[in-house]
């Protein structure tokens, strides 16, 4: 058991110290190379073969219609809400399209605010 007076000396050095927690929303914090966050989808690479659809293990995947995708005119749907980030999906896409990014905001208001990003490149 450590002594009383160990303990003052020891909160005294912190009370005057450093603090040890950082200010969240005012500092920015950047994740870490291999974090898996918010989904990215580049739809000129996807063929819409829906072998990320049929891997998901939650089912947090839906194939919708787009003109975008070619040959299939289907696309993957990601919903964020029920997705355990596995990264099955970027795994098993034979073109490269889907991607986790390290982007680690995932909040929103209403659940379309919690998307997967579509970009066209």
């Given at each position: ?61 839906e194939m919708v219609p787009d003109e975008r ?48 990003e579509v970009k066209s490149e």
């Amino acid at each position: 058991m450590k002594k009383w007076g160990y303990t003052y000396k020891e909160a005294l050095k912190r009370l005057f110290g450093k603090p040890y927690t950082i200010h969240y929303p005012f500092t920015d914090i950047k994740a870490f190379e291999g974090y898996r966050g918010k989904i990215s989808l580049n739809v000129n690479k996807c063929t819409g073969c829906s072998l990320c659809f049929r891997v998901c293990p939650a089912s947090a995947i839906e194939m919708v219609p787009d003109e975008r995708v070619k040959p299939a005119k289907r696309r993957p749907h990601f919903k964020l809400a029920d997705c355990c980030y596995c990264a099955l999906c970027a795994e098993y896409c034979p073109t490269g399209a889907i991607k986790l990014t390290t982007d680690y905001h995932l909040y929103g208001f209403d659940k379309r605010d919690v998307s997967a990003e579509v970009k066209s490149e």
